[in-house]
């Protein structure tokens, strides 16, 4: 359903304060921002992400070892849609592209391409939107099906490296 544009008048600065926070968790990883990337989550805030879950915390702790790990990473989001369920509460989808560069043991780089869904949950506490709860979906290709050698043109794309 198409909603009327008095919704989101009085809705506006609600939305963008949810995408800022969207897009600087996205900074955070990117930059390797660990103070950052604990403030986008409200203490406590669990987060499933593949092959972590847990508090945000420890999320943090498990994260950023393997973002200096990696060369590079840069994240994109689109189609990010909110729903607001009160007030205070959120949820909200977003679509992400990561694109990540690591260097193998044989000197070998390797861009690698991430694809899914944030599914998160947002609450609104003394004037701020953060996370509380965020659930990530990969879509497929799943990480790592999709591995370029630098310097190779697309069309000799070769999926197992």
């Known amino acids: 359903m198409v909603q ?3 919704i989101y008048r009085d809705e506006l600065a609600d939305r963008e304060a949810i ?3 969207i897009h600087q968790y996205c900074r955070a990883q ?11 989550y409200w203490p406590g805030a669990i987060d499933d992400h593949v092959q972590f879950r847990g508090p945000k915390e ?9 973002l200096r790990a990696v060369d590079y990473i840069k994240h994109m989001i689109t189609n990010t849609e909110i729903v607001f369920q009160s007030p205070t509460v959120a949820l909200v989808e977003s679509y992400y592209q990561a694109f ?3 260097t193998q043991a044989d ?3 390797t861009n690698i ?8 949950r947002f609450e609104k506490r003394n004037d701020e939107w953060r996370i509380a709860d965020r659930l990530v979906v990969l879509t497929p290709p799943e990480p790592g099906s999709i591995t370029m050698q630098l310097g190779w043109a697309a069309s000799n794309f070769a999926p197992d490296g």
């Open 58 to 66: 420890e999320f943090v702790q498990w994260c950023m070892p393997r």
């Open 100 to 102: 990540s560069g690591i």
């Open 107 to 109: 000197g070998r780089k």
């Open 113 to 120: 391409v991430s694809l899914g869904i944030y599914r998160d």
């Open 19 to 21: 995408r800022a926070c």
């Open 4 to 6: 009327k544009a008095s």
């Open 30 to 40: 990117d930059t390797q921002d660990e103070a950052l990337l604990h403030d986008v």
